[in-house]
C-alpha cells in the first residue's frame, strides 16, 4: 500500500529552506518546522518517513541523542556546509571528510554515512550544486511522493498526534513546489526574497548594516574581488539618510605622485602651473567616500591618510588653511590586513582605526541560494529571461570571480544568444568565440 510521503525540514535557516525548496523542486512536498528542539525532532521521527536536519542549530550531544533515538523507520539527513563537513566527519565517524564508511556516501555532493546507527542516517553539503543534491536527496527519498506504508500501530498514533500547524506547507514552498512539479520551465526568481544578503548564514545581516549605516562610524569592508563590496558601500550610504554625495575611488588606480591632490585637492600656485582643485575628501562633502583596495596604499602614504582620520580635518596642497571632514569614509580589500601588518607593509595605527567596524561580505559561493534572483535580474537587465534549466546550470558552477563573474557570465550569454528566453545550452562560461 502507498501513501503520500511525509518530509520533514527542521531549521531556522531562510538559507536553508531556499536550498532545500530549489532541490526538492518537483520531487517532493516538504514540510518545514523552525526552532526545532532536539525532543521536536524525536518526536517528529516517530510519524515522518523522513528528516532533513540542519545541523547548525544542535551540538554534537543533541545530534547522537536524535541519531541514537529516533525512530528506525525514519529516514534521516543532516545538512550542512563545507565548513563544518571535515569536524562533523570526525565526530562521527573518526574519520576525515575525505573518507566514507564502508561504501556509503555520495562524493560528488558530500554525502557521508554517520556510523552504524542506520543505512538511512548521512551528511549532505547544503552547498553542493543544486542537481547533485537533488539526486542524493532523490536517492534517499525518492521521487513522486509516494512511500511504503510501514507504520506501526504506534507511529500511526504519533502522527494523529500532530496539530495542524505542525503539518503545514508554507504558501511560498507550496508556489516553489506546485511550479517545479507542474512545469521544468518558468520557475522564476520572483518567488526568492530579492535583496542578496538578507539570508546569508541566518542572520540578519542586512539589518545590522541599517543599523552600521546609521552611525557615523567609518567601516571597512573585507571580502573577496567581486563579492559586492562596491554595491554595499552604496547601500550603506543609502541607508545612512547623508544629503552629501557618494564617491567612489580605487586607490590602486591613483599614481602615488598624485595621491595628495587626489584625496586633499591643491591651491593655486602650490606647484608650477598649479590651479586651484578640489579633491574628493571636500567634494565629498557630509556624504561617503568610498575608497577601494586600500591594502594598495602605499606605506609612505598611509599616515597621511590616517592624520586624517584622526584629526578629522585635511589641508589642500600648498595652502595652510585646515577644513573639515564631515563625510564617512568607507574602505574595501581583498587583502589579509592583519598579515600586512605584521609583514610591516600596513601601519598598524591605520588598520587599528579602520577596523573598528568591519563588515566581511560573503563570497557567492556562500550564499548560493542568491544565485536565481541575481542572475535573472541580470538577464533582466539585458532585455531576457533564463528558463529553469539555465538557472540550474548557472546554479552548478563556483564563481571564483564572485557576482561579477556571475554578471559577466550572464550578459555575455545574452548578447551571444538570439533567444529571448536562455537555455541551459546558451549559457557560455568560457567566453571565447
Known amino acids: 500500500m502507498k501513501r503520500p510521503i511525509q518530509l520533514y525540514l527542521c531549521t531556522n535557516s531562510a538559507f536553508t529552506v531556499r536550498i532545500c525548496q ?101 551528511c549532505l553539503n547544503i552547498l553542493a550544486p543544486t542537481a547533485e543534491l537533488r539526486a542524493e536527496l532523490e536517492s534517499l527519498f525518492g521521487s ?50 530579492s535583496d542578496p544578503f538578507t539570508r546569508y548564514k541566518r542572520q540578519s545581516f542586512m539589518d545590522r548594516v541599517k543599523l552600521i549605516a546609521q552611525s557615523k562610524a567609518d567601516i571597512l569592508l573585507l571580502g573577496e574581488s567581486g563579492a559586492g563590496k562596491s554595491w554595499l558601500a552604496e547601500k550603506i550610504y543609502c541607508y545612512s539618510g547623508r544629503r552629501g554625495n557618494f564617491l567612489s575611488e580605487s586607490l ?14 591643491t591651491a593655486a600656485g602650490a606647484y608650477t602651473d598649479a590651479v586651484s582643485k578640489m579633491g574628493l575628501l571636500e567634494a565629498t562633502g557630509d556624504g561617503t567616500l568610498f575608497l577601494d583596495e586600500i591594502g594598495e596604499l602605499p606605506l609612505s602614504l598611509q599616515s597621511k591618510l590616517f592624520s586624517v582620520l584622526d584629526r578629522r580635518t585635511f589641508r589642500r596642497m600648498g595652502s595652510l588653511k585646515e577644513q573639515p571632514f564631515e563625510g564617512r569614509l568607507i574602505f574595501a580589500t581583498n587583502r589579509n590586513l592583519e598579515e600586512a601588518v605584521r609583514e610591516k607593509s600596513f601601519r598598524e595605527e591605520l588598520w587599528s582605526r579602520i577596523s573598528m567596524v568591519t563588515i566581511r561580505v560573503p563570497p557567492l559561493r556562500e550564499h548560493p541560494c542568491d544565485i536565481p534572483v541575481l542572475a535573472a535580474r541580470f538577464a533582466e537587465d539585458e532585455g531576457k529571461e533564463l528558463s529553469e534549466d539555465a538557472i540550474e546550470t548557472l546554479c552548478g558552477y563556483r564563481y571564483p570571480g564572485n557576482i561579477r563573474e556571475l554578471k559577466n557570465i550572464v550578459r555575455r550569454s545574452c548578447l551571444l544568444s538570439r533567444n529571448s528566453i536562455l537555455e541551459s545550452k546558451d549559457i557560455d562560461f568560457t567566453g571565447s568565440l
Open 22 to 122: 530549489l532541490a526538492l523542486a518537483g520531487l517532493l512536498p516538504c514540510r518545514v518546522l523552525r526552532n526545532a528542539e532536539a525532543a521536536d525532532v524525536l518526536k517528529l521521527s516517530a510519524c515522518a518517513d523522513g528528516i532533513l536536519l540542519d545541523c547548525s542549530g544542535f551540538s554534537r550531544e543533541e545530534l547522537d541523542a536524535i541519531l541514537d533515538r529516533a525512530d528506525r523507520h525514519c529516514r534521516i539527513a543532516l545538512l550542512m556546509d563545507p565548513a563544518e563537513k571535515e569536524a562533523r566527519a570526525r565526530e562521527f565517524c573518526g574519520q576525515t571528510a575525505g573518507q566514507t564508511a564502508e561504501g556509503h556516501g555520495n562524493p560528488a555532493s558530500g554525502g557521508r554515512e554517520i556510523g552504524r546507527r542506520g543505512s538511512t542516517r548521512c
Open 144 to 193: 513522486g511522493g509516494d512511500a511504503p506504508d510501514v507504520r506501526t500501530p504506534e507511529r500511526q498514533a504519533a502522527a494523529d498526534t500532530m496539530t495542524p500547524e505542525d503539518m503545514q506547507m508554507p504558501e511560498d514552498m507550496q508556489e516553489f513546489h506546485r511550479a517545479g512539479r507542474n512545469s521544468t520551465r518558468g520557475v522564476r526568481a520572483r518567488i526568492m526574497p
Open 252 to 265: 590602486a588606480n591613483i599614481a602615488p605622485a598624485l595621491f595628495e591632490s587626489e584625496l586633499f585637492g
